[in-house]
């Protein structure tokens, strides 16, 4: 079965440092979403992004985050200062049509830690 | 606010038992529910999607959708160990998003 897959699966960072987390949405996917989950907490939507443009974004999704599809294939998600409190999994997901009653596939997440 | 609630558990069900998991949602005009699946550490897995009141059925799991009442379930029947996990409700929120509730930890006891 495809998969969106994640790279890398950890990732460990002092404060204020960038970081560029990696996504491979299904290639036959249209739509692209970025969650995340802190330890212990709900999963919260970050992003949501569609020809080359962003859907949609939530309140956390603050000018320290940005989203690209540099080519045909990768998805990233680049926290430009990091803080403590971005320490947590982040998941990327993808979906063909976008539309609300649509499956989401996630990848298997990656783990970040601020330091 | 869009709010979805589930019961943060643990639920404790012995093997082959009935588990049962509820979710409630504030915001009526959501069209779609989702039950994933999340193992610790782990990313989210979907098990069912229900669209329309009633029940849905598919092989030990059961979806229970009641509209009126703002309500989702989520039964499984014949639980097994390896059922052991965090169960999420997910609802559409109209737009390009899901709302996620903080999950019900479910043990299953051998």
């Known amino acids: 079965e495809p998969e969106v897959t994640q790279t890398p699966s950890h990732q460990v960072t002092q404060m204020g440092q960038e970081v560029i987390l990696r996504c491979v949405p299904i290639?036959?996917?249209?739509?692209f979403y970025w969650y995340r989950q802190i330890l212990g907490q709900k999963v919260e939507f970050l992003v949501s992004?569609?020809?080359?443009?962003?859907?949609?974004k939530s309140e956390i999704f603050d000018d320290q985050f940005s989203v690209e599809r540099p080519d045909g294939s990768n998805f990233t998600l680049k926290i430009r200062s990091t803080k403590l409190e971005d320490s947590a999994m982040y998941f990327c997901?993808?979906?063909?049509?976008?539309?609300?009653?649509?499956?989401?596939?996630f990848g298997s997440g990656t783990q970040l830690s601020v330091l | 606010q869009k709010e979805v609630e589930q019961n943060s558990g643990p639920l404790s069900v012995p093997e082959g038992a009935i588990a049962s998991l509820n979710c409630t949602y504030s915001?009526?005009?959501?069209?779609?529910f989702f039950w994933y699946r999340q193992y610790s550490g782990k990313s989210p897995e979907l098990i069912m999607s229900?669209?329309?009141?009633g029940d849905k059925e598919d092989g030990r799991f059961t979806a229970q959708l009641n509209k009126a009442s703002q309500y989702v379930s989520l039964l499984i029947r014949d639980s097994q160990p390896s059922d052991s996990a965090t169960y999420l409700c997910?609802?559409?929120?109209?737009?390009?998003?899901?709302?996620f509730g903080t999950g019900t930890r479910l043990k299953v006891l051998a």
């Open positions: 915001d009526r005009g959501s069209q779609s």
């Open positions: 229900i669209y329309s009141n």
């Open positions: 290639s036959n996917h249209l739509y």
């Open positions: 997901a993808s979906s063909w049509r976008g539309r609300a009653n649509e499956k989401l596939f």
């Open positions: 997910a609802v559409d929120s109209g737009t390009y998003k899901y709302i």
């Open positions: 992004f569609y020809n080359n443009e962003i859907s949609e």
